[in-house]
């Protein structure tokens, strides 16, 4: 399929089956599939009594965030009973070229070129879930700082442990916050260095400035 095709995609694909959704795969829970993830997810964290902002509510959001986006756009082979379907390339670029479409920017013959534009494009991805599952359309952002807040407005983290899981869909899409913070960090540095103010800590009317530890890459990653 070639990148002239997002002048005449495909028709929108057919929900999938309730039964396949991550929500339907606890007991004691009923699933609504006409309810949007943030929604259903609050549901589900309720009826399993995950605490929001630990580390199991985090670990388990990101976990149904990964099967979500996977079941609405990396599902096209159904999965024999009892085992998990391994995608061809084919598939796998089908899937990113139906998210490049849901952001309104040309579906590219590669899949490393289809995640590059997606990588550069600053959409939600909780948006890009809700666009299959409610049916609403993906604000796509131009304003790094305002989209940041609304991504961050509940103090939303993701398990970068997780994201990489199964097939790794969620964690080529995410954007990290913590490097944009570390690059300002070194910006600064550099103007405080310029300004006679190196080292360790530095004296501005009569104030000690104490410089900030660096970012450690390897913290978890405050993310959509």
Same mark, same amino acid.
Request: one cysteine or more; a neutral charge; glycine letters at 4%.
């Given at each position: 399929m070639s990148a002239t095709d997002a002048h005449n995609p495909p028709p929108p694909p057919l929900p999938p089956a309730a039964s396949q959704s991550h929500f339907s795969q606890f007991e004691n829970f009923i699933p609504d599939d006409d309810a949007s993830f943030d929604h259903e997810f609050a549901r589900l964290a309720l009826s399993q009594r995950w605490v929001p902002g630990s580390q199991e509510y985090t670990q388990e959001r990101t976990i149904a965030m990964r099967q979500e986006l996977k079941l609405h756009y990396f599902s096209q082979t159904p999965a024999a009973e009892g085992e998990a379907a391994e995608l061809t390339e084919e598939e796998k670029l089908r899937g990113y070229q139906d998210l490049c479409r849901e952001v309104r920017i040309p579906p590219s013959d590669s899949i490393a070129e289809c995640r590059k534009h997606l990588k550069s494009t600053l959409v939600n991805i909780v948006d890009l879930i809700d666009a299959r599952r409610v049916r609403t359309e993906v604000r796509v952002w131009q304003d790094f700082k305002a989209f940041r807040e609304y991504t961050l407005q509940d103090g939303h983290r993701v398990n970068m442990n997780e994201a990489k899981q199964d097939g790794g869909y969620l964690a080529s899409l995410l954007q990290n916050f913590r490097k944009t913070r570390a690059r %300002?960090? *070194?910006?600064?540095? %550099? *103007? %405080? !260095? !310029?300004?006679?103010?190196?080292? &360790?800590?530095?004296?501005?009317? &009569? %104030?000690?400035?104490?410089? !900030?530890?660096?970012?450690?890459?390897?913290d978890p990653v405050i993310l959509v």
């Amino acid at each position: 399929m070639s990148a002239t095709d997002a002048h005449n995609p495909p028709p929108p694909p057919l929900p999938p089956a309730a039964s396949q959704s991550h929500f339907s795969q606890f007991e004691n829970f009923i699933p609504d599939d006409d309810a949007s993830f943030d929604h259903e997810f609050a549901r589900l964290a309720l009826s399993q009594r995950w605490v929001p902002g630990s580390q199991e509510y985090t670990q388990e959001r990101t976990i149904a965030m990964r099967q979500e986006l996977k079941l609405h756009y990396f599902s096209q082979t159904p999965a024999a009973e009892g085992e998990a379907a391994e995608l061809t390339e084919e598939e796998k670029l089908r899937g990113y070229q139906d998210l490049c479409r849901e952001v309104r920017i040309p579906p590219s013959d590669s899949i490393a070129e289809c995640r590059k534009h997606l990588k550069s494009t600053l959409v939600n991805i909780v948006d890009l879930i809700d666009a299959r599952r409610v049916r609403t359309e993906v604000r796509v952002w131009q304003d790094f700082k305002a989209f940041r807040e609304y991504t961050l407005q509940d103090g939303h983290r993701v398990n970068m442990n997780e994201a990489k899981q199964d097939g790794g869909y969620l964690a080529s899409l995410l954007q990290n916050f913590r490097k944009t913070r570390a690059r %300002r960090s *070194t910006a600064d540095r %550099r *103007t %405080r !260095k !310029k300004n006679g103010r190196d080292g &360790g800590c530095g004296v501005v009317s &009569g %104030r000690v400035i104490k410089e !900030k530890p660096a970012v450690n890459q390897n913290d978890p990653v405050i993310l959509v």
